[in-house]
């Protein structure tokens, strides 16, 4: 079954480093999207992404956040300057279905700890 | 930003019996509703969703129940597997304004064998 897949399941890095984090989403989805979840809280949207534009961002997505596809099957999403906030899980997720773009799926989410 | 609230962080529930999970929301104007489930240092995995012009949807041995009125959804499992065990965030869709779901903090289901 076709999933989302994400890389780094696990990244560590200083405060005001930048990180990728990169996902790959399922191969005939067009939306695509960024969530986190800081350990004990919600998760939390952070952007979605289609036909190679932002179309929605939450208030958490500021100028230190960045999306990007760079080419037909990876979806990254930057973060500048990363602070000891940033630290939480974060869930790339897609969407084939313009009708149905409440079915989101999730990846496995990558870890970042911001130290 | 409490519109989608789960108030039992944890429920524990014997094999072959009913699990019963609970979602109460405050904006009227969600379209969708959706249960997710999700395993340790795994992604939250889709479940079931249900439109808010029903008040049931029912897949295999998930049913998700919807009270309008009330702002109210809950989530039932029969029987109860052991596989069950993980934690259920309830989620919500706007059709309006953007595309973002909006989740519940969630309840951790344990399923005693």
């Known amino acids: 079954e076709p999933e989302v897949t994400q890389t780094p399941s696990h990244q560590v890095t200083q405060m005001g480093q930048e990180v990728i984090l990169r996902c790959v989403p399922i191969?005939?989805?067009?939306?695509f999207y960024w969530y986190r979840q800081i350990l004990g809280q919600k998760v939390e949207f952070l952007v979605s992404?289609?036909?190679?534009?932002?179309?929605?961002k939450s208030e958490i997505f500021d100028d230190q956040f960045s999306v990007e596809r760079p080419d037909g099957s990876n979806f990254t999403l930057k973060i500048r300057s990363t602070k000891l906030e940033d630290s939480a899980m974060y869930f790339c997720?897609?969407?084939?279905?313009?009708?149905?773009?409440?079915?989101?799926?999730f990846g496995p989410g990558t870890r970042l700890t911001v130290t | 930003d409490q519109q989608v609230k789960q108030n039992s962080p944890s429920l524990s529930v014997q094999e072959g019996r009913i699990s019963i999970l609970n979602c109460d929301y405050t904006?009227?104007?969600?379209?969708?509703f959706l249960w997710y489930k999700k395993y340790p240092a795994e992604g939250p995995t889709f479940l079931i969703s249900?439109?808010?012009?029903?008040d049931k949807n029912e897949d295999g041995r998930f049913t998700v129940f919807l009270n309008k009125s009330a702002k109210h959804l809950s989530l039932h499992i029969v029987p109860s597997q052991p596989g069950d065990s993980a934690v259920y965030f309830c989620a919500a869709y706007s059709n309006f304004g953007n595309e973002k779901l909006t989740f519940g903090t969630g309840t951790r289901l344990t399923i005693i064998p």
């Open positions: 191969s005939n989805h067009l939306y």
């Open positions: 904006n009227s104007m969600f379209d969708y």
């Open positions: 249900i439109s808010s012009i029903k």
């Open positions: 992404f289609y036909n190679n534009e932002i179309s929605e």
């Open positions: 997720a897609s969407s084939d279905n313009r009708q149905a773009l409440y079915e989101q799926y």
